[in-house]
Each structure stands twice: as C-alpha cells, then as structure tokens.
C-alpha cells in the first residue's frame, strides 16, 4: 500500500494536509481535500477508519440520540426533520459523518458509554424529557466532561449544555394575539410537563391571561402528546364546549391539524371554528384550510447551532463555550385561523 | 475493569450471548438485552467498540448516502424522510446505528472506500444518478461484493442490488385516469432522465397516449428538478398554454404545489386549473387546495426492504439474495384535483 507521503507528494501538499483530510478534521478547501481525495484513490492509499481512530481517538461521527416510535415516522416529523436538517449542514461543513441512534422515548440511555466505546465525539439529544434516570445519565455525561449538548429541553436547576428556543415568550404573544382580538375563554392543548417546552408554554399562558385580568380556567387545559392523533381525539372535548369556547391554543401544528379534522368531522363548519393557533410554524400549517397562525421556532437554526458549538470545539480549538443554555427567538406568525367567529 | 465473563455471571447468560449482545449482532430477546446491558453497566464493563470492530471488522454502523444541496432540508423533503424512517425500523430491529453521509449532487463518491476503511458494515445510496462516474463506483462496490442497496433507481444493463417502484405503471395508471375523464391534450412536467423513475414516467405517460391513439407531442414536455421552486417556475409555461391544455401530469407533488401556486399568483382561478395529477402521495397532497390526485409510492416500505435485505445478510445468516432488482407496486390515489375544467 501507498504511504501518505506518497499521496502527499501527488497532491502536493503536506503530509499534515493528508491527514487532516483524511482523518475528517475540517474545515479543509474543498479543491485541496479533492486533490488529496484523488491522490489517495489514485494510489489506492486507504488508512483504515479503525486503524486512524484508535491513535486519534476519533471516529469522526456526530451522535444524534432520537426517540423511536413504531409506526411513527419520525423523518416525517417537522420538529425533527429540521433539527436533523440543520444538524446536516454543520457536519457537512466540518467533515463530519452523522450517527443516528435510536431509542424508546422511556427507555434510559448510558450516554457516557457512547463515548467510552467511541462511537461518537459528540452527540446531541433530541426527544429528551424531565424524568429522574434521564437526569442521572446527563449529569455523568456533564460530570465527565463529554461534548454534548441537549436541543429543545431545559433541565431546571442544571447546568446542562442546552439549545433551546423562547417558548415561554412565544406562547405569550399567542394568546395576547388573541386577547387582542376580542377572545376572553381560551382553550389551550398542551403536550405533557416532562418537556420543558410544555412548561414554557403554560407559562406564557398564565402570564397573557393574568396580563389581561383573565382567570385560569383548569376545565380550558386539554393534553396531548404532541401527535396528530391526539388532536384528533381532543376534538370531541372541544366540541363539548365549543358554544362558550372564543379560541384553542395548540402546542404544536400537528395537533392543531388533528383537532381541525376532528372537528370537521364531528359536523363543524369551518366558519364555526374557534380562533385556532398552533405552534411550531411548520410546512403544514400554510397548507391547511384556513392557514394556521402559528408560532414559529427556528428548528433549523437550533440544530446547527448545537452541532456547531461540538464541531467547532473539537477542530478549530475555539471552546465556544459562553452559557451553557442558549436561547434562540420565536415569533408569532398571524394567518386565517386566528380570526374570531362572528357571533 | 470488569470481564466479559463476570458480566455473563451476573446477568445469567453465557459469555457469547453478552458479546452478541454488546457487539450488537442481532436479534436478541429484549429481556435477554436488558439483562446484559444493566449488567455491563453495573460493572463498569465497556469494550471498546474500536476494540471489538478491529476483532470482527464490524462497525455496528449501516450506511446511508444522501444528497447534500444547501438550503434544502433534505429530511423535510418527503420522500427521504419516508425511506429513512423505514430504514430506521429496521436498523432499530438488527441493533444496528444508522450512518449518514452527505455529498453533493454532482459529486462522485468512492463508495467502496466506505467499506475499505471500515466505516460502515453495509451500505445504501440514496438520491443516486444514471452518470458515468457513479456507473463505474457502483461497479466496483458490486464486483468487490461489498453489501449495498440502491432505493429508487435502476441501472439498465447492471445487476445492482436495487429496490426500486412500478413507476411506468404508476404513471400508466395517472394518464389514463385523465385520459377517461375526457382528457385530451395532457402535459407532463417531469425530472431529468438520469433519475430512472423520469425514465419509467415517461415510457407509462406514452404508453397511455399510444393506448388511447393520441399523439405525443413535445410541445406538452416541461423539465423540472423535483423542487417546489421548479413547478413553480414552470408556471408560466403552462400558463402560455392553458386554455388549449386539458389536464397536467407532475412528476412529483412538491412541483405540482409549486405550479398550483404559481398558476395562483398568475390570476387563474382553482376553478380554471387544468386537471392535475402529482407524484408520491406526500401529506401535503391533502392539505392542498384542490386535494391533489397523486400516485402513491411504498418509500417506507421501499427503505424497509432495503435496509432488511442487508441487515439479515450480516446477522442471520439467510443470504436474502433472490433477484437484485425488486420492485415494489404504485397507486392512483384519486382527489379532486384531477377534475376537468367545465367549459
């Protein structure tokens, strides 16, 4: 087999720029990581991705831990198809491959011992939710001092390292919208309290409706989880109370989207809606009749960060370390739904 | 540290069952892998997975190729994020991580190198083209008899491994549905011929018209790239032509949302729509305003196939070879998209 001088030396560059190359450690100009990715098949000069690892400690992959559902498909979800999205680009710029793996969403994982047998040099954890083993196995990871970082969910009273968005003030701007348009008896479908984004939104609830001198109205709370399905099945709660309901706050589009089929199956007219506004400002909610209002969450723009605050960490010697909880902005996005009906 | 022989003593199984189950060479009872895993856990018991790879040259790790074009979310996109959620059941089933790996359009990849460096254990390409230089790696992959699966793409004239749709049926199917409703000038906006399935919608849309003794005419031909932006370029081609078109055939759905919208903001009325048929049966086919009649493609199931047809290679030992080629069937969903205009 060829050396790496040897490939050096077609490529002309230095023996350093080979390995960096072809160890993955970028960013590289795309026109030199050519030349040497030519050389090397030229000379047919393959170090093997073990070999180069067990010296480096490298395996050149990001982890992603996600939640598996059966016959959910998870790619087909918006919240998840864009993390991954933005997660894509950050590894595409520094080189790196993406390690996917799967979990049961109550199942508890040994994230350390993704580290410990080297699958991943990073990883990043979607699906995460507030539960005591959950904790346990991200403080060994935080108390190790592994890279990762948690996307989407807060751990109160830690200090994990955590993309996460302004839930809290985007739930706000909902219901003042609404408040704004004349609406006094808000419903509102929430996913369960385990997600920090749950809670987030509760908040903003609350505070909008005591803003305005509104009561909370415990018999107005509805819980999904997060499923069409599951908006689909509250629509028979909503329609039991849609004479003294104004407006529904849904805690994502997809609910919203179930809750609207369910509602016009049970007979109600899309004049006869209840203000609706969902939430994650996804594909979909532009396609529905009406469009949804919705609050709109940088996803995209979550996942890249999360991968690049790893990424940059591990190449470039930038610990781009700042707080470890980073908060990126929501906005409300005003469509049809939201209109009240006319009485 | 720990042994492995320690840890078969505490979870009562024998010490090739804990490698089995820490090698994850599937499948195991879920009981069994419980036992194991919390015994592993207990005592501090982590082989390396470098370690164990450099003994059984296993990554644990199933390959996906994937096109990168920046600003698209390629799992946003339909048809990806289908065919990764089934590969993801799968590889969840074997044990196995999924390995994703990006690469432009255009560019050329050595995949048999992925092998060679011991990356992945088995492999799938995604978003592959009828081009020389892919020709020539699938080649090499092929006779070097590395595990791979092409989704949705034949090589005439090779024995590639691929799992691949009825396309010339689907779109057989698709015109004469138009056909029946009394279309006669029926245009058709598909992708570029080095995608297979443009070749295979072309051959059904004309075998449909030779059926029915209409004539092809070019002049009906558009080209787009599968993007919601191309159909929606491809508008005012189709807007130049409208009242002498009776019906449109789009080779995907996101272009065929792309033309609604264009034709929208071009001043035509839903009412005045020539009759549209799309492609893949994505969600949003019925979220659009009309419903969009579409052809359905298994992409789960296609991804599923695929993933298993490797998978069980590499574990249970049922060489799962049959023919390279396996087709699975398409659908006409009818919606109301595809009515003729009154006139």
Redesign the interface.
């Known amino acids: 087999m060829a050396t790496r001088k040897e490939v050096a030396e077609r490529a002309g560059v230095s023996e350093a720029t080979v390995s960096r190359v072809l160890n993955n450690v970028g960013p590289i100009r795309e026109e030199t990581k050519r030349r040497v990715?030519e050389a090397s098949?030229a000379l047919g000069y393959?170090?093997?991705?073990?070999a180069r690892?067990?010296v480096r400690r490298k395996?050149?992959?990001l982890g992603v831990v996600l939640p598996?559902v059966?016959k959910v498909?998870?790619?087909?979800t918006?919240y998840?198809?864009?993390v991954?999205?933005g997660i894509?680009?950050a590894?595409?710029e520094y080189g790196y491959?993406?390690?996917?793996?799967?979990r049961s969403p109550q199942e508890s994982m040994?994230f350390a011992?993704l580290f410990?047998?080297?699958?991943v040099d990073a990883c990043i954890i979607l699906g995460s939710r507030d539960v005591s083993e959950e904790r346990a196995a991200l403080r060994i990871l935080q108390e190790e001092g592994h890279p990762y970082c948690l996307i989407n969910q807060h751990f109160e009273g830690e200090s994990f390292s955590e993309i996460d968005a302004e839930h809290k003030q985007g739930s706000l701007e909902a219901i003042r919208h609404l408040i704004a348009l004349g609406a006094k008896r808000i419903a509102f479908l929430n996913g369960t309290l385990d997600f920090s984004n749950s809670v987030d939104r509760l908040e903003g609830y609350r505070k909008a409706l005591a803003e305005a001198g509104l009561p909370f109205d415990p018999q107005l709370m509805l819980e999904g989880n997060y499923s069409r399905k599951s908006g689909y099945a509250a629509a028979s709660r909503v329609y039991a109370m849609l004479d003294s309901l104004d407006a529904i706050f849904v805690a994502n589009d997809r609910m919203a989207?179930g809750l609207m089929q369910g509602l016009r199956e049970l007979g109600v007219q899309t004049d006869d809606f209840p203000a609706i506004v969902g939430y994650d400002d996804s594909?979909?909610a532009r396609?529905?009749?009406p469009p949804l209002t919705s609050v709109h969450v940088p996803f995209?723009e979550m996942g890249k960060r999360a991968a690049k605050r790893l990424l940059a960490q591990g190449t470039d010697g930038s610990d781009d370390e700042g707080a470890p909880r980073e908060m990126l902005g929501t906005r409300l996005v005003v469509r049809k739904s939201s209109r009240l009906r006319e009485t």
Do not use: C, H, W
């Open positions: 990715l098949k393959y170090p093997s991705a073990l690892s067990f395996s050149g992959n598996y059966p498909n998870v790619f087909s918006y998840f198809a864009e991954l999205s894509g680009e590894v595409r491959d993406l390690l996917l793996m799967f040994d011992g410990k047998s080297q699958k989207i594909d979909a396609l529905t009749d995209y």
